[in-house]
T-cell receptor
């Protein structure tokens, strides 16, 4: 079974530039997550999709970050314009179960991440 | 509010020693899930275990074991006879029924040959 795919693996940009990351989850997984992991910290959820609908985007800086999941499969995360503090690893994960209240929460399967450096 | 604390930032052990990674969590919910993930130098987070709040049985999987104690809000992880391949950052995480997954800050484990 193929894992979660992400591209690019590395990206270096200057502040105020734009950048986009792509994620292809495991086939059949309904839930997709984007996390931001700053060096030395645990991952922080940015946005969670259930199929192509947003379940949680409470920690997404919506003035500069956007994400979409067209057709409920792959997803893109965009930053426009980037700031120095956006330097981090952006992790995509997928899960076969939604983790909604009252349901069994399945483990998340993570991709290799995209390391973003903003200069 | 939910919170996960991993007080040990870095641990170094010599190969074949046992090591315990501590995790303390905070939540007011009675239904929740706890997780451990491993992040090797390659960067990809690997799921190790999930426990729900109603199952306090300890679990053993090979050299790994987990001790869940609701009375102290702890979910500790022990590696027996550590190996160099165990070197990684380990994250404890918490999810309640109505909230997102919260990861702890991680514990970096170095196993020295």
């Amino acid at each position: 079974e193929a894992g979660v795919a992400q591209s690019p693996r590395y990206k270096i940009i200057e502040k105020r530039q734009s950048v986009a990351f792509w994620c292809n989850p495991i086939s059949g997984h309904a839930t997709l997550y984007w996390y931001q992991q700053i060096l030395g910290q645990g991952p922080k959820l940015l946005i969670q999709f259930q199929n192509n609908g947003v379940v949680d985007d409470s920690q997404l800086p919506k003035d500069r970050f956007s994400a979409e999941r067209l057709k409920g499969v792959d997803s893109t995360l965009k930053i426009q314009p980037a700031k120095l503090e956006d330097s981090a690893v952006y992790l995509c994960a997928s899960s076969p179960l939604g983790g909604l209240a009252g349901s069994t929460f399945g483990e998340q399967f993570f991709g290799p991440g995209t390391r973003l450096t903003v200069l | 509010a939910q919170k996960v604390t991993q007080a040990q930032t870095e641990i170094s052990v010599v190969e074949k020693e046992d090591v315990t990674l501590d995790c303390v969590y905070e939540t007011r919910d009675t239904t929740y899930y706890l997780f451990w993930y491993k992040q090797p130098p390659s960067g990809e987070l690997v799921f190790l275990i999930r426990r729900n709040s109603f199952d306090e049985q300890n679990e053993i999987s090979g050299r790994y074991s987990w001790n869940f104690q609701k009375s102290t809000s702890s979910f500790n992880f022990t590696i027996t006879a550590s190996q160099v391949v165990d070197s990684a950052v380990y994250f404890c995480a918490l999810k309640t029924s109505y909230d997102k997954v919260i990861f702890g800050p991680g514990t970096s484990l170095s196993v020295i040959p």
